[in-house]
């Protein structure tokens, strides 16, 4: 059931982030700007990692970034 660990401990998300091209309001977040975001923070805390990435993804697109709850659920 590792994958089920990995991703309550955050870690899928952070192995399949940099994988990934956004879209937030209409604006492309690309791959290389994924990754760069990823290797910005402490990459031991998975979940505020990812939490960090999804913020400055949002921010980047001019957007409205979504609240704690939503980003750290």
Excluded: W
């Excluded at 870690?11 to 760069?36: A, E, H, Y």
């Amino acid at each position: 059931m590792s994958i089920i660990r990995d991703a309550c401990s955050g870690k899928q998300t952070c192995k399949d982030l940099p994988r990934m091209s956004f879209v937030i309001n209409g604006r492309t977040i690309d791959k290389s700007f994924v990754s760069q975001l990823c290797g910005e923070y402490d990459q031991n805390d998975k979940h505020q990692t990812a939490k960090h990435v999804f913020t400055k993804m949002f921010g980047h697109a001019k957007a409205e970034i979504p609240n704690d709850l939503i980003l750290e659920n």
